[in-house]
Structures are given as C-alpha cells and as structure tokens.
C-alpha cells in the first residue's frame, strides 16, 4: 500500500518560516514528480510547487521567492520551505506524488491527508 505521510505544519506569524515534509512508501516501483497543492478556507485546491525527479522545479506566482521545494531521492522525501508567510498562506498544504505502482507498473497521482498551515499574529 502506499502512503503519503506529512508533517511539519502549525502556526506562524506573518513572516515567519515553515517547513514542511513529505514522505513517500509504500508498493511503489518508482517516483516520477513531487509536490505540493493548497487549499484555504472556502477555496478550491490550488497549486503551490512541483519539482521533477531531475530537479526540476515549478512554483505558482503567488509563492515565487518565497518557497522552496526540494527533493531527497534516496528517502523519497519532498520539502516545501516556506518563508516570509503572509496570512494569505494560511490553508491545508497537501503533498502528493506521481508514481509507478508495483502492482501494476501504472503511473498515477497520490496524495496525502493534508497539514494545516496558519499564519496569523
């Protein structure tokens, strides 16, 4: 079975620093992308960054400069750091991860359960 196991959210002041992670189990054969999406109070689930098993990197606008997200292969692990929060920030950041299932060899997209991100004074 694969999970997505989170960790690293809370409350921050406008700001201030997060960071969270990310870690990938489970049957998996391989994985392809990591990355994070966000989902604030009444919105629908936004975008944030993305980064490649080559390293490549892709962040929303609303984040460019401010976040960084990176990869530790060898732990299959995916980290979003955060800085100079803005209340703005303040939603559920959930991971998720496109991979191969060793089941059945099929590329698809998983996600975890999610982590509360609050930026307030």
């Known amino acids: 079975q694969v999970q997505l196991v989170e960790s690293g959210g809370g409350l921050v002041q406008p700001g201030g620093s997060l960071t969270l992670s990310c870690v990938a189990s489970g049957s998996i054969s391989g994985i392809h992308t990591m990355g994070w999406y966000r989902q604030a109070p009444g919105k629908q689930r936004d975008f944030v960054a993305r980064?490649?098993?080559?390293?490549?990197?892709n962040y929303a606008d609303s984040v460019k400069g401010r976040f960084t997200i990176l990869r530790e292969n060898t732990k299959n692990t995916v980290y979003l750091q955060m800085s100079s929060l803005k209340p703005e920030d303040t939603a559920v950041y959930y991971c998720?991860?496109?991979?191969?299932?060793?089941?059945?060899?099929?590329?698809?997209?998983?996600w975890g359960q999610g982590t509360q991100v609050t930026v307030s004074s």
């Open positions: 980064i490649t098993s080559g390293g490549t990197t």
């Open positions: 998720y991860a496109n991979m191969y299932a060793r089941v059945d060899g099929v590329l698809s997209a998983y």
